[in-house]
């Protein structure tokens, strides 16, 4: 096996995400795998990254100093996963506010809608009512007419047998006490003896 002499082997102290060793944690899911642990917030891994961060720029100014290279290492900023995790609260946020226009639109047309049907109802009863009484106007009306007409028949009648009653004592007023006079139900006086002027008529 060959061995290389005057040849010094450097450690590479380049950043791996799956082994930190240069940084002092206590948590060894962070050594392993390089991203935020569930149970630390976002805010203590943002500052555990600064605390990297510092680290690291010491540990390359020191080798600056030494006459080595700078070592550029990558620091790990916000994972995939937090992206993606923003990203779904944005489009979860957008979704629950478009729910809630569909919800507040649907609302107010149902609002409009029972609006409409009460104005509806309104107007019909309205309808209905209007046309009850034009027909009681009108029942009314045609009773009062047959009334009138009906006791005006019956005036016209009295009348009648008024002026025949009348007409059958003058032209023969020695039988006007006969019973054939209570056809036409003329009450004669009780005085005691028939006088034409002391008659009254029943309702006929």
Request: a positive charge.
């Amino acid at each position: 096996m060959a061995t290389l002499i005057g040849c010094q082997q450097q450690e590479d102290t380049s950043y791996n995400p799956v082994t930190i060793t240069n940084f002092s944690s206590q948590d060894p899911s962070i050594m392993a795998t390089g991203k935020k642990p569930d149970h630390m917030s976002h805010k203590k891994w943002k500052a555990y990254l600064k605390k990297m961060k510092r680290k690291k720029k010491r540990s390359e100014m020191a080798k600056e100093r030494e006459g080595n290279q700078p070592v550029v290492e990558e620091v790990p900023t916000d994972s995939e996963e937090e992206r993606q995790r923003e990203q779904e609260e944005e489009e979860r946020s957008l979704r629950q506010n478009l729910l809630w226009m569909q919800r507040e639109r649907e609302a107010q047309a149902a609002f409009t809608a029972k609006k409409e049907w009460e104005e509806n109802e309104r107007r019909r009863k309205e309808e209905v009512e209007r046309k009850i009484k034009e027909e009681w106007a009108e029942r009314e009306r045609k009773e009062k007419e047959e009334q009138e007409a009906k006791e005006k028949k019956e005036t016209e009648k009295r009348e009648k047998q008024v002026i025949l009653i009348k007409g059958l004592i003058s032209a023969y007023p020695e039988t006007q006490c006969f019973p054939h006079f209570q056809l036409y139900r003329i009450t004669i006086s009780q005085s005691g003896f028939c006088n034409p002027y002391q008659f009254r008529l029943n309702s006929f």
